[in-house]
């Protein structure tokens, strides 16, 4: 089920489509990662389907909605409060991935298992500790913060946006603040990356395309070959072969759509990377997260 939800992910990532949104939460569910499988569940319930959309898909929709109770009840609730500095002030992270202060007090969905809590601030000594919650459980966890006994203050984690480190700090003195050296190497592996993806796009979009036009064509071929005495059966196959054309090409559209953007960011990022830094007196850097990415920096 490791290797399922890998795929599951990956193809969701090329292509959307509820059921394999379906088929991902269920192979977090069996592996434990129970608030991914919500996660999953939740985006197929709210997924907005017409009449036209295929069978699949709102059979899928179907399942999600009866599945997610289930898993609900398995998510564990962690409540993180800390004392010392004010919540504004610090970072968090449970198991090594930083989360957003705002949920200090709050709540906090996590598998179950053992989890460690870990927090920071200037001028305190971090603090950390570890907490096991069972399927459904609700625990809390309280760290207090003292001050650094040197008097120096620590160095806190950079801010974070969605998890994805960045910062707007200026440079420093003697450094290029402009896009260089070995941002310069990423903006370039990002757009190779991009371009990649982009390629990825177009073909799975040229692919449905041509699978849409041959469903199509089969469609047209039948009709003509019953008109205007065909029966129910033939008819039903009409249908089928109609809906799954237009599904084929609504497919196609996307994916070239998905295939422009891709080329789009490479072009973009290429272009920053290439740029005269000594003259920018700017800092661009990209940032990904998990399917998304984009560019962070003073301009």
């Known amino acids: 089920y490791e290797e399922a939800a890998d795929y599951f992910a990956r193809a969701e990532g090329i292509m959307h489509a509820p059921t394999l949104l379906l088929h991902l939460a269920r192979s ?13 569940y939740i985006k197929v319930t709210r997924e907005a389907l017409d009449a036209r959309a295929p069978t699949a898909f709102h059979d899928a929709q179907r399942a999600a909605k009866a599945e997610l109770p289930s898993v609900e009840k398995l998510i564990a609730r962690l409540t993180i409060s800390i004392v010392g500095p004010p919540p504004n002030a610090v ?27 870990e927090v920071s601030a200037p001028g305190f000594a971090p603090a950390s500790r570890e907490v096991a919650l069972k399927q459904g ?13 040197d008097g120096a203050a620590t160095t806190a984690p950079p801010q974070t946006n969605g998890g994805t480190p960045f910062s707007g700090d200026p440079a420093p003195a003697g450094t290029d603040p402009g896009v260089g050296g070995d941002e310069g190497r990423g903006m370039r592996i990002g757009a190779y990356s991009s371009f990649g993806f982009g390629a990825l796009g177009v073909g799975l979009g040229t692919v449905f395309l041509f699978q849409g036009l041959s469903d199509q064509d089969s469609a047209d071929k039948r009709f003509s070959e019953c008109d205007p005495d065909c ?48 003259s920018s007196g ?18």
Do not use: C, W
């Not at 977090?28 to 999953?40: D, M």
């Not at 129910?232 to 089928?240: D, K, N, P, R, T």
């Not at 850097?285 to 301009?299: A, I, L, Q």
């Open 28 to 40: 977090y569910v069996k592996i434990g990662r129970y608030v991914e499988a919500r996660e999953a």
């Open 91 to 117: 970072q968090v992270s449970v198991d090594g991935k930083p989360v957003p202060t705002q949920i200090i007090g709050v709540p906090l969905p996590v598998d179950p298992g053992t989890h460690r809590v």
């Open 137 to 149: 459980e609700s625990g809390s966890v309280s760290l207090k913060l003292e001050p650094s006994s």
């Open 231 to 278: 029966t129910l059966v033939q008819q039903q196959e009409i249908g089928s072969l109609d809906e799954d054309a237009a599904s084929k090409k609504t497919l196609a559209v996307v994916s070239y759509g998905i295939g422009a953007a891709g080329i789009a960011a490479g072009v973009t990022l290429l272009l920053l990377s290439n740029r005269d830094s000594s």
């Open 282 to 299: 700017r800092t661009v850097r990209p940032y990904f997260m998990g399917t998304s990415g984009g560019v962070v920096g003073r301009f």
